[in-house]
């Protein structure tokens, strides 16, 4: 017996929307961790509303993140038809790491919710593997990145560099051309 969603009543839509708005916001300026309290007193709605839309933090980050994820996700589909595949997973990359610096925070709490089935994020995180491995698998066969190199490792040291970034750690460009230097195959 499948069960089907009732839609939104039109005051719970608008404060759905109000509360994203809110968050976009608040993630902007002070990062993964700001204040729910302050997020929902921003959408003018009680916290128990946030909590009846989004039961945990990375509920409402999975929420505020649907598009971008959506969009490379997208973008990665399109790169595998690549006539270059070590380009085409160089711009994914580039992608990842400007996704990943999209708030304070992010990079951290991307890479904790890989190795966590139960975060809401994790299905979004796989994801985004997943594409990584196939984009991967493309440039090795092309001869163009190491073999010994994995999605897994790429995505570590994406989100590394967004870590680094955050931290005054860099440029996240220059650190990104130098890992792309240490991937390409040794006789290229």
């Known amino acids: 017996m499948t069960t089907t969603q009732r839609p939104m009543r039109a005051d719970a839509r608008r404060n759905y929307g109000r509360l994203l708005a809110a968050a976009r916001d608040a993630f902007a300026e002070h990062g993964t961790e700001a ?3 302050d997020i929902a007193r921003s959408a003018e709605v009680g916290i128990g509303t946030l909590y009846r839309h989004f039961p945990t933090r990375r509920a409402l980050l999975e929420a505020v993140l649907h598009d971008g994820i ?3 996700d997208a973008r990665a ?3 595998l038809e690549s006539p270059s595949p070590e380009e085409a997973l160089l711009v994914w990359l580039r ?3 400007a996704h990943a610096t999209t708030y304070r925070g992010l990079a951290a709490t991307l890479m904790s919710s890989i190795r966590d089935p139960s975060s809401e994020l994790h ?3 796989e994801t985004m593997q997943r594409n990584g491995d196939r984009l991967l698998a493309n440039a090795q066969r092309a ?3 190491r073999p010994e190199v994995t999605g897994a490792d790429l995505v570590k040291l994406v989100n590394a560099i967004a870590w680094a970034g955050e931290h005054g750690g860099g440029d996240a460009d220059r650190l990104l051309d130098l890992l792309t230097d240490g991937l390409r195959t040794r006789d290229r």
């Open 143 to 145: 001869g163009a990145i």
């Open 35 to 37: 204040s729910l309290e």
């Open 70 to 72: 959506a969009t490379i």
């Open 95 to 97: 992608h990842l790491v």
């Open 77 to 79: 589909r399109e790169l």
């Open 123 to 125: 299905g979004s995180c």
